[in-house]
C-alpha cells in the first residue's frame, strides 16, 4: 500500500512538472536551499539521482515539502499526507516507523 501512496505522489509529481503553461529551461530552484554544504541538493539536480537528496530531512529533495512547500499540493492530491506532522505520508517516521527511505547510490559507485 505504501508503494502504490509512493507511486501515486511520484506520478502527481510528474503531471505537474509536465503540465507547465511555460517551458523552463531551468528547475524552479527559488524555494530551495541549493548549497550542498548544508545537505541539499545543488541547484542543477537530476531527479531520482544520487544528488538529489535533502540531507537535512533524509528525503529526495525532490520530494522534500520542508524545502519546497509547493510540492504540498501534489502529495494531498494523491492522498499521501499525514495532517498530523504535516508532511507526506510516505516520509512520515512518526506514523510508520518501519519506512525505509534510502539514498540512491551514488553513479558508477
Known sequence: MRALSWAGACAV?????CSSSEPS???DTSAKVAS???GHAPAN???GSYEDWCGEHQV???QCTRCNAKLIPAFKAANDWCAEHD???SQCKKCNPDIKIERPPKPGG
Open 13 to 17: 509529481l510528474v503531471l505537474l512538472g
Open 25 to 27: 529551461a531551468k528547475p
Open 36 to 38: 550542498t554544504s548544508e
Open 45 to 47: 539536480f537530476e531527479p
Open 60 to 62: 529526495p529533495e525532490s
Open 87 to 89: 508532511m507526506p505520508e
